[in-house]
């Protein structure tokens, strides 16, 4: 490890080395109490404005009376009359090393060196440019808070410190170890989470070594490590509400420099079907609205299958009016009824992920020719079928209750309908046992994927699929970690 | 929020269940002697779980004995349990697609662990009761208490075969020598099954001998004339479940110890 | 790649490609029979498939799906079904056949032998609703040949009388079998109802007919003629009480919205009735109230039973109107 020399000089020529090509590189060699010294920072990620009203104010008012002896101070004594005998607000641990420096460089504060001292003094004068705390996109809800996650670490860690003022609240920060050196917090109530599952995940955080570190998702293969999962264990918000929420029942956030997204582990199934609006509306119409997510989430990933295995192998479960039409509709066009389905699954998926990446000036553009194609041309042409696009149509939309599913769905949907379509009646109940088996297989850190509360271990439980009022849930807080009955 | 990695009442009573569908046949005789029968050896058995038990603890022969025999029973019940669902998928539906997913299943069987099968019990109970709920208003309509007397009435008194599975001596291995009370309530289930089907086929058919699942095939109400097929998909997803677990019972009997979860290890 | 990689892969491929070593693909394209004739002729057996097999249509709210006649004649009830499911467009499929039409006069036996043949082939299913019908295989594929919808019409006759109809599985027993036959350029069925025992088939008229519906607590009104008025009842509970050698038949009968109450004598015509009923069946070897049974559950096997090869015990009938 580099550490610093004495040597401004030296110093600051190491630091040339490093950044002297980079545009944003800044250095000012300043005088301060008579002692040479240079101001070290990164231009648009300090703020140089009030990193000189802070410094030359404080300088100029706390200047110390020439010595009789006209003699300027030393690097030394500088540091020491800076850093402990004046009111400069610099940071309490000094810079000892070249990658601390880099390290606090890249936070965004400005770093004092001064001639014939090995330490620099650093001062948080961050003015980085960062997308504010607005309303994540991603998660709606009518009643309750409308912030959201930033980008940046320190202001997620300051909107969670916000709605959890206790000392209960952990929020330690930790450097990953990637070629970027990104920052990430684990975040924690020490009297809620079990102390060894959060040493678990501390550990296996600090040894985990991701290329890169772009949001907190790319931890998961180190925290789950299989080669293939249908159901991942964590869930993700971009709610510091919904975050602090999780915190209170025990769980363990991941939260990553750059990304809003926070990690929260470990989840249940029963999870994807809950939003914070349920407990702001009343029990009964939340209750409804769960059992309408469940419905609508199984919907979507067995509709397209059951509907090719009824309609072909077990006709007398249709209505028969409903059946001839299926039938006739089949018999018009060139593929069976299973590929056509397929078909009509996957033209539907193009046109979401067209929809997802392209600008939004041509949005308009790909809604009319999707309908266009879809909706008239293709039913004209013989290609496709009423029948058939009004079940695909139906489960896309119904996959939109529940989005955080939606990889999984995706997935299902389409190995239910492949088996329900070239196995029949027995593809599909292997489906669905596949289906079964990966959700109760799952798992993480000794809690299980599905339960303890809701269905079907206990479906009347109190905050299952359905809920009972706010007021009963109180009197008995919920932890991930408690045992099972 | 830890399971424990043994199978759960629920897990066993489903394979147990399952096979009895399966097994559950129409008595030669009269039901009501097939009935009293019936219950005896319910009795029977549940007193037979509990001396064996009680042996399990106090004589290591028999300890040795007992598992010794019991891996072997496991694979001739899933050799079985392979064999009746096969038929009802080649005679129902057409297809010998178990037959392709068969190695997945044992793979399955073999990898999970038993806190898997137990959640996955508790799904599939839900569907059986549904199964049971679904199949009482369209065979109501068809059952008349006369047609079961009548019948009777000409038929001789014989005594019924008990149905009896390896489930029900799986105690003692895994609760390390005790026998857990959900054990004892398996033969009763076994027979709760059997008394369905004879005094269903009793009250719909009365005399006529026809097979087992021409009562599913019977089933008829409002716009739905059929649902006998819905009825035989619950219980293949049962038999698939039975398949998996017997699998993994037969490797925690080899192995002694329950293939780590992936709940548990993570 | 190293070894164990390849072998990897090697496994891999060989458990997908025995997955689908057992895999099919099926379409919708069938002939879904819904009713079935059967008949004896003098050369041997003669089948009527009633199937509905749609034409092609992308556009759903254009699709139609008549129902079509198919029939074929053969030696036996095997061969005779075989040619005429080769008579269908498509291969037959018979998960939505529930009705079976059957004629007048050995019915039982042409019955017993397609049970067979449905426990043996799947081609039904032996709770398929029974009729009968004194219309000729001949007329009824005519009829079905040269007027559009009269096969549907059928069909929706069927579904609407099949309440009335026994199943398949009752051949052995008591049936009493809906009549359906000509009525103008339609088929309709029949007020009366033909009784079938082991004894043979019995005419049964009208009043008795409609009397024996209500005793067996089949649902839907039932309609009466006493006194030369018309009293229909919607719902009526039957209770049966056995003294020592007596019966005694009580019959609650709840009457249709805004039919006014009866009269004494129609109530005695009613109670008449219903004892001519049983006794009809009785004579025929019927049980029609089940009084066999009902005195092997009070006395015991050991006791004195009930027998149709017995006089039928006296019975005496009483009807009371709900008035709600």
């Known amino acids: 490890m580099q550490k610093l020399s004495r040597s401004l000089a030296e110093n600051l020529a190491a630091l040339d080395a490093l950044f002297g090509a980079s545009a944003d590189y800044y250095v000012k060699e300043i005088a301060i109490y008579h002692c040479k010294g240079a101001i070290v920072l990164f231009d648009g990620m300090a703020s140089l404005d009030s990193l000189w009203e802070l410094l030359l104010d404080a300088a100029s008012r706390q200047a110390p009376p020439n010595r009789s002896d006209a003699q300027p101070l030393t690097g030394q004594e500088a540091y020491a009359l800076i850093l402990h005998g004046s009111a400069f607000p610099a940071e309490s641990s000094p810079v000892q090393d070249m990658p601390d420096l880099v390290k606090r460089l890249t936070a965004g504060m400005a770093v004092l060196l001064l001639d014939g001292c090995a330490e620099g003094i650093a001062f948080s004068v961050q003015g980085l440019k960062y997308r504010s705390v607005e309303e994540p996109s991603g998660e709606g809800n009518l009643r309750g808070s409308r912030e959201g996650f930033a980008d940046l670490l320190r202001v997620n860690l300051s909107l969670l410190r916000r709605l959890i003022r206790t000392p209960d609240l952990v929020q330690e920060v930790q450097q990953a170890d990637t070629a970027a050196k990104t920052e990430y917090a684990l975040c924690y109530c020490k009297s809620r989470a079990d102390p060894a599952m959060v040493r678990r995940v501390r550990k296996t955080l600090a040894a985990a070594k991701p290329e890169l570190l772009l949001d907190s998702s790319y931890f998961v293969p180190w925290l789950l490590p299989s080669w293939a999962r249908l159901f991942t264990p964590v869930s993700y918000t971009e709610r510091p509400a919904a975050a602090a929420a999780k915190l209170c029942e025990g769980k363990i956030i991941v939260l990553v420099n750059g990304s809003p997204s926070a990690m929260v582990l470990p989840a249940l199934f029963c999870e994807n079907f809950e939003c914070l609006d349920d407990y702001a509306s009343t029990a009964v119409f939340a209750s409804f609205l769960r059992v309408l997510k469940y419905a609508s989430f199984y919907l979507t990933v067995f509709l397209p299958g059951v509907f090719v295995c009824l309609a072909v192998y077990l006709p007398e479960l249709i209505p028969p009016q409903l059946l001839y039409k299926i039938a006739a509709a089949e018999k018009a066009t060139p593929l069976p009824l299973f590929a056509e389905m397929l078909l009509v699954i996957l033209v539907l998926e193009v046109i979401r992920e067209a929809g997802l990446r392209m600008p939004q000036s041509l949005g308009h553009s790909v809604s009319l020719v999707s309908a266009l194609i879809l909706g008239d041309a293709a039913i004209a042409t013989g290609l496709m079928s009423t029948p058939v696009i009004f079940v695909a149509s139906v489960t896309a939309i119904a996959l939109f209750v529940t989005p955080s599913l939606y990889e999984p769905a995706v997935l299902l949907r389409l190995g239910v309908l492949l088996a329900a379509g070239i196995a029949g009646p027995v593809g599909l109940v292997g489906a669905f046992f596949a289906f079964l088996l990966s959700l109760s297989g799952t798992g993480m850190m000794g809690v299980p994927y599905l339960a303890p509360h809701p269905f079907p271990q206990a479906p009347l439980a109190e905050d299952g699929v359905i809920r009972r009022n706010y007021r009963r849930l109180s009197r008995q807080g919920f932890n991930i970690w408690q045992d099972r009955r | ?266 | 790649m190293n070894r164990r990689s390849r072998f990897k892969l090697l496994f891999t491929a060989l458990c997908v490609g025995w997955c689908f070593l057992f895999l099919r693909c099926e379409t919708t394209e069938k002939s879904m029979v819904r009713a079935v004739y059967l008949a004896r002729t003098e050369t041997g057996t003669q089948v009527l498939l009633w199937y509905q097999a749609p034409e092609a249509s992308a556009d759903a709210s254009e699709a139609s799906a008549a129902v079509q006649a198919a029939g074929a004649e053969g030696d036996t009830l095997e061969k005779a079904l075989s040619a005429a499911e080769e008579a269908l467009p498509q291969a037959a499929d018979y998960r939505l056949c529930d009705y079976l039409l059957t004629t007048p006069g050995g019915a039982d036996a042409l019955l017993a032998d397609y049970e067979q043949l449905v426990l043996a082939r799947k081609c039904g299913r032996t709770a398929a609703r029974v009729s009968c019908t004194c219309l000729s295989g001949e007329d009824l594929l005519k009829a079905c040949e040269k007027q559009g919808g009269f096969a549907d019409k059928l069909l929706e006759k069927l579904k609407a009388h099949s309440a009335e109809m026994p199943r398949l599985y009752q051949h052995g027993e008591t049936m009493l079998l809906p009549l359906l036959c000509r009525a103008e350029e339609d088929a309709a069925f029949e007020k009366t109802a033909l009784l079938q025992t082991g004894a043979g088939q019995t005419e049964l008229p009208e009043a008795q007919a409609e009397m024996a519906r209500l005793l067996a607590e089949q649902p839907g009104a039932k309609t009466f003629w006493l006194d030369e008025k018309q009293v229909k009842i919607r719902r009526c509970s039957v209770s049966v009480t056995l003294d020592k050698n007596a019966v005694r038949l009580r019959l609650d009968a709840q009457l249709a919205a805004g039919e006014p109450q009866p009269t004494e004598a129609q109530r005695a015509e009613l109670e008449a009735l219903a004892v001519q009923t049983v006794h009809t069946f009785w004579q025929q070897g019927a049980d029609l109230l089940a009084l066999g049974p009902r005195r092997a559950v009070q006395a015991g096997t050991n006791g004195e039973m009930f027998t149709t090869k017995n006089a039928c015990p006296e019975i005496r009938a009483d009807v009371h109107f709900l008035g709600f």
Not at chain 2, 118 to 124: H, K, M
Request: charged content about 10%.
């Open chain 2, 1 to 266: 929020m830890k399971q424990k990695e043994v199978f759960s009442g629920p897990a066993l009573g489903l394979s147990v269940l399952t096979a009895a569908l399966a097994d559950a046949a129409a008595p030669a005789g009269s039901v009501r002697t097939a009935l009293l029968s019936g219950l005896l050896n319910a009795a029977v058995l549940s007193a037979l779980i509990l001396l064996a038990g009680a042996f399990w603890q106090r004589s290591q022969a028999f300890r040795l004995a007992w598992m010794t025999a019991l891996p072997l029973w496991l694979l001739a019940e899933l050799a079985r349990t392979v064999l009746q669902a096969h038929a009802v998928c080649r005679e129902e539906f057409r297809s010998m697609a178990l037959l392709g997913a068969l190695p997945l299943l044992l793979w399955a069987g073999g990898q999970l662990a038993p806190g898997s099968w137990n959640a996955a019990a508790r799904v599939l109970w839900w569907m059986v009761f549904l199964g049971i709920v679904l199949c009482l208003p369209g065979l109501l309509g068809q059952m008349h208490w006369a047609r079961l007397v009548a019948a009777d009435a000409a038929r001789p008194a014989r005594s019924v075969q008990a149905l009896v599975y390896a489930e029900y001596f799986f105690g003692p291995p895994q609760c390390a020598g005790k026998t857990p009370k959900h054990l004892l309530g398996l033969p009763w289930l076994a027979f709760a099954v059997q008394a369905a089907a004879w005094l269903g086929m009793g009250l719909v058919f009365g005399a006529g001998d026809y097979p087992q699942r021409e009562l599913l095939r019977a089933w008829n109400a409002g716009v739905f004339s059929r649902l006998d097929a819905l009825l035989l998909l619950v219980w293949l997803a049962c038999a698939f479940y039975r398949i998996g677990f017997l699998c993994t019972a037969l490797r925690t009997c080899l192995c002694g110890t329950a293939p780590a979860g992936k709940g548990a290890a993570e």
